[in-house]
């Protein structure tokens, strides 16, 4: 069996949230922004909502077997063969996850920094971070998680401030963007990008009781939502619609408009810190997870034998979209669209087909 440690409710959050929140800082939110207008802080408000609805369901599903993780629980639901198929579509929706947040982050940086550096040498750098945090296990991997939750947050706070003067009110009207129906679709369909959340059922036992489970995703969730819209609010707030909707790294651009007279300026140097260390460690969370759904369904017990062949597929994927546009409005933008499917609606899949053939778990000490 997997040993995995234990980790309190500080450190679940910051695992999710790192997976959730991050997102904001890459090429999808362009994608976002070009979907619902100027109501994209709206739009990923009725996200969060429709993923804590989702989120409800593994709740309850999570709940009628106490002491199973879900690729327990989806086995003895849907019969040996059938789970293994649901959870090893979960490992891999992880994995694709990792592969593409650490392609954004390359292809951001050539762009950005190193333009004449090809993406493989980058790549490479890049996977070496995350082989070291994934080595240790996956309380390593959330303590570390926790250890940056404070800095990153104070500095989207410092760009959220520094970045008021260039606020106008007049670049949110109008306030419904593309109209109500738009706003309500498009958060329907990209609630996946809160679903992270479910990732906290496969290691549900690290997390000292479904008490612990509950109050974690339920807070990441609101957590991530509430830095989402903060996100696609100050953007919006700083550029009309015209020209928020042509920015590669919408919060990049945003950061290097900040400047305070000859003296103060480049302050996206404080950006730099916090997206790095959101990619390196959104992209390891990630992989760790579908290293420990894959680990859990073939009943390996040390994951570290998997972390080799798994970055190797992460390397490879990660070269096959073209550019940053590819990746962000295909790749990407499909994962965003249809990830509800896999985060959602299997547990949901399991949870009737639980309650329909009168499934539950043996009661701790009965």
């Keep these: 069996m997997l040993r995995e440690g234990k980790i309190g409710v500080f450190e679940a959050i910051s695992v999710i949230t790192f997976m959730s929140a991050t997102k904001v800082l890459y090429s999808s939110s362009r994608a976002l922004v070009e979907a619902s207008g100027t109501s994209g802080w709206l739009t990923t408000i009725v996200s969060g909502v429709t993923a804590l609805a989702g989120f409800y369901f593994i709740i309850l599903l999570m709940s ?59 790549l490479v750098i890049f996977i070496l971070a995350i082989i070291t945090v994934l080595y240790f296990g996956f309380e390593c991997v959330a303590r570390t998680a926790a250890l940056f939750a404070w800095p990153m947050l104070a500095g989207l706070a410092v760009i959220v401030i520094l970045a008021v003067p260039l606020y106008e009110m007049s670049n949110l009207y109008p306030v419904l963007g593309h109209g109500p129906a738009c706003i309500i679709k498009t958060g329907l369909l990209r609630s996946s990008v809160y679903g992270d959340a479910l990732a906290l059922a496969v290691v549900i036992n690290s997390l000292q009781g479904s008490e612990h489970f509950k109050k974690s995703g339920v807070t990441a969730i609101i957590l991530s939502t509430a830095i989402i819209a903060t996100g696609f609010l100050i953007y919006n707030l700083s550029f009309p619609y015209y020209i928020a909707s042509e920015s590669t790294i919408p919060l990049y651009a945003l950061t290097r408009s900040i400047e305070y007279g000859r003296f103060f300026q480049r302050f996206e140097a404080i950006f730099l810190f916090v997206w790095s260390i959101s990619g390196i460690l959104a992209s390891a969370i990630n992989l760790y997870f579908a290293l420990s759904t894959y680990s859990k369904v073939f009943r390996i017990d040390d994951h570290r034998a998997l972390i080799l062949p798994q970055t190797v597929i992460i390397f490879s994927v990660s070269l096959i979209p073209l550019d940053i546009s590819s990746i962000a409005y295909e790749h990407v933008n499909h994962i965003r669209q249809y990830g509800s499917a896999i985060y959602f609606g299997i547990p949901l899949l399991a949870l009737l087909v639980a309650v329909i053939r009168g499934i539950r778990g043996e009661q701790a000490g009965a």
Excluded: D, W
């Excluded at 649901?86 to 333009?115: G, H, T």
């Design 64 to 122: 009628r077997f106490p002491g199973q993780e879900l690729v327990s629980v989806f086995e003895t639901v849907f019969g040996r063969f059938a789970g293994i198929i649901f959870s090893l579509l979960m490992s891999v929706f992880f994995l694709l996850n990792s592969a593409m947040f650490a392609r954004e982050f390359i292809e951001a940086v050539k762009v950005y920094a190193y333009p004449l550096s090809p993406p493989s040498f980058l």
